[in-house]
C-alpha cells in the first residue's frame, strides 16, 4: 500500500517530465546553448589570436584554430625579444615592461583590497554595534552617497590629487579607494547586524573590551561576508581603467601604469598599419591569469558574491 | 579622605548631563577611532569632490592660474555648444541601443537558466565575461571585428556576402553598444536570476490551476513581481550606461572615433578636463549629466514604484 503510494508518486514527475520534453523546450535549451556559445566564443578567440604568428593572420582569417601555432607574442610583450626582432615579427616595436605593470597592478590592488576591508569592517561594526551620538544621522549621511551618481568625482580627485603632487605615482591611484566605500560599510553593516548577539554579549561578561569582541568574535564570524568584499574590490580594482589612467598620468609613467591602462596605450600607439593583434591578445590573456585563478579557487563564491552585489 | 573624594567625583559625573556623558563615554571613543579612517575617504573622496563639482562649474579653473568666479558662464556657453548637444545625442543612441537589448536578453536568459537549470556552472559561464576587464573585452572584439582579419568578415567574404564595417562612422556606435552588452548582460542575468527566486512556486501553480500557459504566467506573475529588481538594474544600468567611457577610450582614443562617432558625454568631459585643462567648463557638462542621470532616476523610480512589492 504504502509502496503503491510512493510509485505512484514517483511515476508522476516523471511523466511530467516526459511531457515537457517538448518542442518549447527543445527551443528553450537551443537559445541557452547559443548564448553559452556567443559568450565562450570570443573568450577562446583570445587563445586563438595569442598563439597565431601574426604575419599570418591576415592570410586566415576564418581558421579556427591558431594560425601557425607560435608563443612568439607572448615572448614579444614580456620583452624576451629585442625590438627589431618584435618589428620584423609584425609585432610592435616599443617593449612592453609587463612585468613592472603586473607588478603595479598588484600592489594598488593589494592595498585598495586590505585597506578598504579593514576601514569598511571597522566603520561598520561601530554603526551596527556601539552606541555614540550622531550615528544615524552619519549613517545616513553613506546612504545618499550610496545612491548619488559620481560623474561629478573625477575632476575635483583628480585636482586634489594634482595638489597633492600624486598624479603619476601609486598613492594617488590608490587613496580614494584606500579607505574604503559606502557600499562596503553598509553591505557589512547589514551583516553585522544579522549576527547573533549571544556570543558577544558573552565576551563582554568574559570581561573582553569593544576591540576584543570585534577582533576575535565578531571577524571570525564574518569571514563569507569579507570574502565578498574582497571578491567585490578585488575585481572592481583589478578592472578599473578610468581613474588609474588620469591618476596615473596616462600612461607616460611607467611606474604608474597598471595593466588595463598599459594595454590601452599599447593599442593607441597603433592607430595606423595593423596593430598587434596577436601581442594585444598575449598581453589580455596573462592580464586575466590571476581573475582566472580567483575564479578556480572561490568559483561559486564570486558568482554569489557578484549576485549579491545587486542588493545594496 | 580618599573615599569622601571618590564619592565626591562620582556625584559630579552622576551631575553630569546624559549627553555629555555620552560624548565623553569609551564606547564614544573607540566608536570614533573605528569610523574615523571610513568616514575621512567618505567626505575627502566622495562628498566633498560632489560639492566642489558644483563650485568648480561656476568658476574658469583651468589648474594653473587663479581660479574666478564667472557666475552662470560655463552654463550659458554649454546650452549653445554643438559639442556638448552632440555628445548627447551620440550618448543617448548608446544607450537606447544598449539598454533595452541588454535588459530583455537578461530577462530571458534569466528565466531559462531558471527554468532550465539552477546549475552554478551555467550561471558562472554566463558571467564569465563580466570578470574580464573593459579594456580587455573591447580589444578581443576590435580583433573579431576587424574588417581585414576577423573572422566575422572572413566567414562573410568566404559566403560571397559583402563585408561590414562594424568600427566605421555609422557602425562604430552600435558595435561599442554590442560590445557593452556582451560584457554586461551577465551581470544583469544574475541580479534578474536572484530576483526570480523570491517569487513563491505556489503563485505559479495558481496561476497553472487557472489555466495561465508559461507564456501567460511569465507576464502575469513573473513580470509584475520582479518590479523591485528590474527597477535597481534599470536604475544603475542606465546611469551606467550615461557615462560610458572605458571602451569607447580603447576604440577610439584620444581622437573621439572615426568622424568624432565616439564622442560620447563623458569623452567630452575629459577631453575638456584633461586635454584642454578647461577643468571649470569640464565640470559643468558633469554637472548636466549629473543632473540627467538623477532625472532619469527619479523618473524610473516613480514609474516603477520601486520601493513596493506586489508581495506585500
Known amino acids: 500500500m504504502a509502496a503503491g503510494i510512493s510509485m505512484s508518486r514517483h511515476q508522476e514527475p516523471r511523466q511530467a517530465a516526459r511531457r515537457r520534453i517538448n518542442l518549447g523546450r527543445v527551443v528553450a535549451w537551443g537559445c541557452l546553448i547559443l548564448w553559452i556559445a556567443i559568450t565562450l566564443l570570443p573568450v577562446y578567440w583570445i587563445v586563438r589570436v595569442a598563439f597565431s604568428t601574426q604575419r599570418d593572420l591576415l592570410a586566415n582569417p576564418t581558421s579556427l584554430l591558431p594560425v601557425n601555432f607560435t608563443f612568439d607574442a607572448f615572448k614579444r610583450v614580456l620583452g624576451l625579444v629585442p625590438p627589431d626582432e618584435a618589428l620584423a615579427q609584425g609585432g610592435y616595436s616599443k617593449v612592453l615592461n609587463f612585468w613592472l605593470y603586473l607588478r603595479t597592478t598588484a600592489i594598488v590592488t593589494l592595498l585598495i583590497t586590505s585597506g578598504s576591508i579593514t576601514f569598511n569592517a571597522l566603520a561598520a561594526y561601530a554603526f551596527a554595534r556601539l552606541r555614540f551620538p550622531l550615528r544615524d544621522k552619519l549613517f545616513s549621511l553613506y546612504i545618499v552617497t550610496l545612491v548619488m551618481p559620481t560623474v561629478l568625482n573625477l575632476i575635483p580627485n583628480f585636482i586634489l590629487i594634482q595638489r597633492l603632487g600624486w598624479v603619476g605615482t601609486i598613492q594617488g591611484i590608490v587613496a580614494p579607494a584606500f579607505l574604503g566605500s559606502a557600499f562596503g560599510v553598509f553591505f557589512l553593516r547589514q551583516f553585522f547586524l544579522g549576527l547573533n548577539r549571544e556570543l558577544e554579549e558573552a565576551a563582554k561578561l568574559d570581561g573582553a573590551g569593544i576591540i576584543g569582541i570585534f577582533w576575535h568574535v565578531v571577524i571570525p564570524l564574518s569571514v563569507p561576508a569579507l570574502a565578498t568584499i574582497f571578491i567585490l574590490s578585488f575585481m572592481t580594482t583589478w578592472n578599473d581603467l578610468q581613474w588609474p589612467y588620469f591618476a596615473g598620468g596616462a600612461g607616460r609613467v611607467e611606474g604608474a601604469t597598471v595593466l588595463t591602462v598599459a594595454l590601452l596605450v599599447f593599442r593607441a600607439q597603433q592607430q595606423s598599419g595593423i596593430p598587434d593583434f596577436t601581442g594585444m591578445m598575449a598581453g589580455t590573456l596573462i592580464s586575466l591569469l590571476p581573475m582566472v585563478g580567483l575564479f578556480l579557487v572561490l568559483g561559486r563564491k564570486v558568482v554569489d558574491s557578484i549576485q549579491f552585489s545587486g542588493f545594496k | ?312
Open chain 2, 1 to 312: 579622605m580618599t573615599t569622601q573624594a571618590k564619592s565626591i567625583e562620582s556625584m559630579r559625573v552622576q551631575a553630569r548631563p546624559a549627553w555629555v556623558r555620552q560624548w565623553l563615554s569609551r564606547e564614544t571613543f573607540i566608536a570614533g577611532l573605528f569610523i574615523l579612517p571610513s568616514l575621512f575617504g567618505l567626505m575627502t573622496f566622495f562628498v566633498f569632490p560632489t560639492l566642489r563639482g558644483f563650485y568648480l562649474s561656476f568658476t574658469n579653473s583651468d589648474l594653473l592660474t587663479r581660479a574666478d568666479f564667472i557666475g552662470l558662464d560655463n552654463y550659458r556657453k554649454l546650452i549653445a555648444d554643438g559639442q556638448f548637444w552632440s555628445s548627447l545625442q551620440i550618448t543617448t543612441y548608446y544607450v537606447l541601443l544598449n539598454i533595452p537589448f541588454q535588459t530583455a536578453l537578461a530577462l530571458g536568459l534569466a528565466t531559462l537558466v531558471d527554468r532550465l537549470t539552477k546549475s552554478i556552472a551555467v550561471r558562472g559561464v554566463i558571467l564569465l565575461p563580466f570578470l574580464i576587464p573593459v579594456v580587455m573585452v573591447t580589444l578581443v572584439w576590435l580583433t573579431i571585428f576587424d574588417f581585414e582579419l576577423g573572422p566575422i568578415n572572413g566567414f562573410l567574404h568566404l559566403a560571397s556576402l559583402p563585408k561590414i564595417a562594424f568600427l566605421n562612422q555609422s557602425l562604430i556606435i552600435p558595435s561599442l553598444a554590442w560590445i557593452n552588452t556582451w560584457r554586461h548582460v551577465g551581470y544583469v542575468t544574475l541580479l534578474v536570476f536572484a530576483g526570480l527566486q523570491t517569487i513563491p512556486k505556489e503563485l505559479y501553480e495558481a496561476a497553472a490551476i487557472d489555466g495561465a500557459g508559461e507564456w501567460r504566467s511569465f507576464w502575469s506573475v513573473t513580470l509584475p513581481l520582479l518590479r523591485p529588481v528590474m527597477a535597481f538594474v534599470l536604475v544603475t544600468s542606465v546611469i551606467g550606461s550615461f557615462q560610458v567611457w572605458d571602451s569607447v577610450a580603447v576604440a577610439a582614443i584620444p581622437s573621439g572615433g572615426p568622424g568624432g562617432a565616439t564622442r560620447v558625454i563623458f569623452w567630452y568631459i575629459t577631453n575638456l578636463a584633461f586635454t584642454r585643462f578647461n577643468m571649470g567648463y569640464a565640470a559643468a557638462v558633469a554637472v548636466a549629466l549629473f543632473l540627467i542621470s538623477l532625472a532619469i532616476a527619479l523618473v524610473q523610480l516613480r514609474w516603477f514604484r520601486a520601493n513596493t512589492s506586489d508581495l506585500g
